[in-house]
T-cell receptor
Framework: EPEVTQTPSHQVTQMGQEVILRCVPISNHLYFYWYRQILGQKVEFLVSFYNNEISEKSEIFDDQFSVERPDGSNFTLKIRSTKLEDSAMYFC??????????????FGQGTRLTVV | SQQGEEDPQALSIQEGENATMNCSYKTSINNLQWYRQNSGRGLVHLILIRSNEREKHSGRLRVTLDTSKKSSSLLITASRAADTASYFCATLIMNRDDKIIFGKGTRLHILP
């Protein structure tokens, strides 16, 4: 069964450093998402991406964040200068909007980011 | 206020009993989905119910949707220890279908 894969599974970084979280969405999907879950809290929407541009973003997704689909298969989330409060589990997801309104998002296993 | 709110926040039941979790939302939706998350792990999609459906079954899972009350319930029958997890409802919002909004989740603990 096709799946969304994320790498790395766990990343530890120094405060102020840049990190890039990587995702490989399901190959025929057109919509891509990043979500964040701070430990013990809800899953929060960060950004959605379609047709090589951001289609929607939340207030969390400030100038420190950026997304890119560099090569047609990977979908990355970059945090330019990490803060302690960026420590969270980051989930990538993809969906096939052609199934609308049955649009179902498939989630990766997440990258646990720890900022120290 | 949240788009998706589950209740209860936590639920402990004996193995073999049925577990019911509820979700309420505020705006019109295209569909509602339930996900499971084991502690510290990824999100597993359980079931999707469209806005024009009222009930759906998948194995031991039964989901209902009442769009007039903007609420949904997830029933897990004959619970097992492996059902211990957090359960989230997530809504695909009408006319804003670029994102899925999650509730805070219900932590379900199945007692042996």
């Amino acid at each position: 069964e096709p799946e969304v894969t994320q790498t790395p599974s766990h990343q530890v970084t120094q405060m102020g450093q840049e990190v890039i979280l990587r995702c490989v969405p399901i190959s025929n999907h057109l919509y891509f998402y990043w979500y964040r879950q701070i430990l013990g809290q809800k899953v929060e929407f960060l950004v959605s991406f379609y047709n090589n541009e951001i289609s929607e973003k939340s207030e969390i997704f400030d100038d420190q964040f950026s997304v890119e689909r560099p090569d047609g298969s990977n979908f990355t989330l970059k945090i330019r200068s990490t803060k302690l409060e960026d420590s969270a589990m980051y989930f990538c997801a993809s969906s096939d909007k052609r199934q609308y309104p049955n649009t179902e998002a498939f989630f990766g296993q997440g990258t646990r980011l720890t900022v120290v | 206020s949240q788009q998706g709110e589950e209740d209860p926040q936590a639920l402990s039941i004996q193995e073999g009993e049925n577990a019911t979790m509820n979700c309420s939302y505020k705006t019109s939706i295209n569909n509602l989905q339930w996900y499971r998350q084991n502690s510290g792990r990824g999100l597993v999609h359980l079931i999707l119910i469209r806005s024009n459906e009222r009930e759906k079954h998948s194995g031991r899972l039964r989901v209902t949707l009442d769009t007039s009350k903007k609420s949904s319930s997830l029933l897990i029958t004959a619970s097992r220890a492996a059902d211990t997890a957090s359960y989230f409802c997530a809504t695909l919002i009408m006319n804003r279908d670029d994102k899925i909004i999650f509730g805070k989740g219900t932590r379900l603990h199945i007692l042996p």
